[in-house]
């Protein structure tokens, strides 16, 4: 299987966990919006909850970009890995501000007035909606560091490998350009 290929079914596979989460979030909005409807101490566990969630977003964002300025060897290789951390950077701070947006929306509920029923009712369904977007994207927060420490890892075990590995990857990799290379 080829590498776009992958990338086509990585992008497939992002999309429809997407459309699943936002039918499922809409769902819930609706459905189960009596629910938090004068009910502060659900509404203040789900502020609770996201509070806690951004703290630990923000120590993810502080990781991401480290792996890779230990990875990379050189100026060119900097370059061509900083797409992939702004990609990663800008997934993590849209999931922040949904956090936040998420608890303005719950401050939005305690803001309106009783004289406007129908907007409150709009708000609590906008606020458990988002809620439950938020709280489904934030199921790939552990995998996302995860893989920030596994690439931590192997950033310091290239660092400290024996001169006599590299020498030898560098001959292996040198003898395989060689071979490939037009006669």
Aim: glycine share 6%; hydrophobic share 50%.
């Amino acid at each position: 299987m080829g590498s776009g290929q992958k990338g086509s079914q990585t992008d497939w596979w992002r999309l429809g966990k997407l459309a699943i989460a936002i039918a499922v979030s809409g769902t819930v909005g609706y459905v189960f919006q009596p629910m938090v409807a004068d009910n502060t101490d659900a509404v203040n566990t789900v502020v609770t909850i996201f509070s806690i969630l951004a703290g630990f977003l923000i120590a993810v964002i502080t990781l991401i970009a480290e792996p890779t300025l230990k990875q990379a060897k050189n100026w060119q290789e900097l370059q061509l890995m900083k797409q992939t951390v702004q990609r990663k950077l800008f997934r993590q701070k849209l999931l922040f501000f949904l956090y936040l947006i998420t608890l303005g929306s719950a401050l939005g509920t305690f803001l309106v007035p009783d004289t406007q029923a129908e907007l409150r009712c709009w708000l609590e369904t906008v606020f458990l909606g988002l809620a439950t977007f938020v709280f489904l994207a934030s199921f790939d927060l552990p995998g996302s560091l995860m893989k920030i420490q596994m690439e931590r890892y192997e950033a310091e075990m290239d660092a400290t490998k024996p001169q006599v590995l590299r020498d030898a990857a560098k001959a292996a990799a040198d003898a395989a350009k060689k071979s490939n290379a037009p006669k």
